[in-house]
């Protein structure tokens, strides 16, 4: 049988790199799937939204509900990354970078958690990165969105436990996607070079660690961080 048969999947950013994955493998294994994205996606049911902005996200939230179901798989997926030194960050890319990862999180999560607590189940899946738990020089605005998102998943996993809610993180190292393709190469080569196994990871190897948080079996993960990053980060 199919691992998520009968369930709904909402995936933001499900448009292009590690959300769309997601959102295919979630499809293959029997789940229905939405999406909220900025951009166009034409696999599935979509709504073009701008995760940061409340009344799209109340709205995007209900009609994909209309036409799946009520999301009983949440993966917060949606995300933008920006390499410059401090100095050089201003206010308003530094409250976008927080707006897109964090607001976003929230606002969705928020949308989609009194179906979940009403049917006593749910899977919240959030996008960290290896960058939330290491850090890394050039990227403060980033990193700093994504040690957030893992503060977000361990304080809500406690608050929705006993209301048969799961929240995790997938904290992934450099994987081959169009958000890290728009890096400079110089930069990317110099990532791979401090890996030890030096490859970038796969859209796959994500999504399938992904697919261990939503299936039945992984029912005990909760608050947890999945670090697949080639041994970049070993905790
Ligand atoms: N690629 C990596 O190496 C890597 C590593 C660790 C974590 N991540 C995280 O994984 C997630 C997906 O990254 P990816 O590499 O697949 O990127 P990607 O650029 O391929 O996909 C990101 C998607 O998010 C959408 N998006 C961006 N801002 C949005 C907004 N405000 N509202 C709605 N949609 C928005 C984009 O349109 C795009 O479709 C991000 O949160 C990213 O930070 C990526």
Not at 17 to 38: P, R
Not at 48 to 53: C, I, K, Y
Not at 196 to 212: I, Y
Request: with cysteine; charged share 15%; aromatic share 4%.
């Amino acid at each position: 049988m199919s691992a998520l048969a009968g369930m709904t999947a909402l995936v933001t950013g499900g448009a292009s790199g590690i959300g769309l994955e997601i959102a295919t493998l979630f499809a293959s294994e029997g789940a229905k799937v939405g999406v909220i994205d900025m951009a166009p996606c034409a696999d599935f049911p979509a709504v073009q939204a701008d995760v940061t902005d409340p009344g799209a996200v109340t709205a995007a939230v209900a009609k994909l509900a209309g036409l799946t179901g009520p999301a009983t798989i949440l993966v917060n997926a949606a995300g933008i990354d920006v390499i410059a030194p401090l100095e050089e960050v201003d206010l308003a890319l530094w409250n976008r970078m927080l707006a897109v990862h964090l607001t976003g999180t929230f606002l969705v999560t928020q949308a989609v958690l009194p179906a979940m607590r009403a049917a006593g189940s749910g899977r919240i899946i959030n996008l960290s990165s290896q960058l939330g738990h290491r850090g890394a020089a050039g990227m403060v605005p980033y990193c700093t969105a994504k040690a957030g998102i893992l503060g977000f998943t361990k304080s809500l996993a406690r608050e929705v436990a006993e209301d048969g809610i799961t929240v995790n993180c997938l904290a992934p190292g450099p994987i081959d996607t169009p958000l890290v393709a728009s890096l400079p190469a110089e930069v990317v080569g110099a990532i791979v070079e401090e890996l030890p196994m030096k490859r970038l990871g796969t859209v796959a190897e994500v999504a399938h660690a992904a697919l261990l948080l939503a299936r039945a079996e992984g029912g005990f993960f909760t608050g947890t961080s999945l670090n697949m990053n080639g041994g970049h980060v070993m905790m």
